[in-house]
C-alpha cells in the first residue's frame, strides 16, 4: 500500500489532479488507500506538502534525504556554493530528478565530468548510508557488502584522479564528519566502509568487479583505457566493463522494473569512433541515458556569485514542487460538484 500511495502522488504531481479518478483505478487502491491519500492531499492543499507523505515515503531511511542542489550548496554537506559552476549543478539536477541510469559525458578536457562523477558519487553515497537497513532494503543478505566503485586504468590513477577528491569532499562536510567521530564510517588509504556494509573504493581495470556487488559505478576517461583480444576479434576494455556492470546491476538491485543505482561513463574525446562516441549513438533518444558533451567554454561562462548561489539554499525544488502540487489540489476541488465514479472525489 506505501508504495501505490507514493505512486498516486508523484503520478498526480506530473499528470494533474485532473486525473485522479483514473489513477486511482488504475493503481487499484484499497479503501484505507484511498483514505490516505485524501488525508495527504488535504494536507498538501493546507500546508503546501504533506508530513504524512514525507512519513511514508521516507520510512525506510534514518533522516529525510535532501535534494541534490541542497546536497551540494549547503554548508552542512559538500558546501561548494563559491565554486560550483551554475551549469554542472543545473546538470546534476537534471540527471538526479530524472530517472536515468546511465551517464555518458564527453567532449573536451576541463568542463567538469570528473566533478560531476565525483558529486554524484557522494550523494548516491550519502542516500544509502542514511537508509534504516540498506541489504534489507534492497532485498540483500544482511551481510551483503554494497559497493560503489570507480574504475580507471590502473589503481593510482583511480585513487589521485577520483577517490581522494571524493574522500577529501565527504572528510570536510560536517554531516560525513560527524559520522566519521561516531564510528559509523572509517576511512582507510583505498577505500571507504561503513558500518553498515557500504563500501566506496578505487579499483583498475580488472576481473575483480565480477565478484562486487556493485551498486553504483564510474568508469573514468573510459578513452583511454585501451583494447584487448579475443581471438580475432578486438574490444574496447571499457565497453566490456560497462556491459559486465550494467548486467549486475540490473540482476542484483533491480525493484519493480527499475534500476536504482547509477552508472557514470566520462572521458574526454579521443577520436571519431571511440567508445563513448559509439555508446552516444547506442543509447540516442533512451530515456534511461543522460548524454552531454560539452567544450570547457560551454560550461565555464556563466558564473554566478556566490551570494546568488547560497540564496538559493532558501527555495529548493522540494518546495517548489509543492506549491505546484498545491494549486493542483486547489484545482481538483473545484470540480467537486461534478458527477464522477468514484467517491474518493466526492471526499473533497
Do not use: C
Request: no cysteine.
Amino acid at each position: 500500500m506505501k508504495d501505490s500511495i507514493v505512486q498516486a502522488v508523484d503520478r498526480l504531481q506530473k499528470e494533474g489532479l485532473s486525473e485522479l479518478e483514473r489513477i486511482v483505478e488504475e493503481l487499484d487502491l484499497s479503501p484505507d488507500a484511498i483514505d490516505l491519500l485524501i488525508e495527504i492531499l488535504q494536507e498538501i492543499q493546507k500546508y503546501g506538502y504533506s508530513p504524512l507523505l514525507d512519513q511514508i515515503r521516507y520510512a525506510d531511511y534514518r533522516f529525510k534525504p535532501v535534494s541534490i542542489r541542497e546536497f551540494v550548496l549547503s554548508p552542512y554537506y559538500l558546501n561548494k556554493a563559491k565554486y560550483i559552476r551554475p551549469k554542472l549543478l543545473k546538470e546534476l539536477e537534471n540527471f538526479f530528478n530524472g530517472d536515468y541510469i546511465i551517464a555518458l559525458l564527453t567532449g573536451s578536457i576541463g568542463w567538469g565530468k570528473t566533478t560531476f562523477g565525483i558529486i554524484a558519487m557522494a550523494y548516491i553515497f550519502y542516500k544509502l548510508f542514511i537508509l534504516r537497513n540498506p541489504q534489507e532494503y534492497y532485498g540483500l543478505d544482511p551481510s551483503t557488502e554494497i559497493a560503489l566503485v570507480n574504475f580507471s586504468v590502473n589503481l593510482k590513477t583511480a585513487l589521485t584522479s577520483f577517490f581522494n577528491r571524493l574522500k577529501n569532499d565527504l572528510m570536510a562536510s560536517p554531516f560525513f564528519k560527524h559520522f566519521i567521530l561516531e564510528g559509523e564510517i572509517e576511512i582507510k588509504k583505498e577505500e571507504l566502509r561503513t558500518n553498515n556494509n557500504i563500501i566506496l573504493q578505487p579499483l583498475p581495470i580488472s576481473n575483480e568487479a565480477i565478484s562486487l556487488n556493485v551498486f553504483s559505478a564510474v568508469i573514468d576517461e573510459a578513452n583511454f583505457l585501451g583494447q584487448k583480444r579475443k581471438g580475432n576479434e578486438v574490444y574496447d576494455i571499457a565497453e566490456e566493463l560497462f556491459d559486465s556492470l550494467y548486467r549486475r546491476l540490473e540482476s542484483r538491485f533491480q525493484q519493480k522494473g527499475r534500476v536504482p543505482g547509477k552508472l557514470l561513463v566520462l572521458s574526454s574525446a579521443k577520436y571519431p569512433e571511440d567508445f563513448t562516441e559509439r555508446m552516444i549513438r547506442e543509447f540516442k533518444g533512451n530515456p534511461l541515458a543522460y548524454i552531454r558533451r560539452y567544450a570547457i567554454y560551454d560550461v565555464k561562462s556563466g558564473y554566478e556569485n556566490s551570494k546568488r548561489l547560497e540564496s538559493a539554499l532558501e527555495v529548493f525544488p522540494s518546495r517548489q514542487e509543492s506549491l505546484i502540487v498545491k494549486r493542483t489540489v486547489r484545482t481538483a476541488l473545484s470540480l467537486k460538484e461534478k458527477p464522477t465514479k468514484i467517491a474518493v472525489l466526492n471526499r473533497f
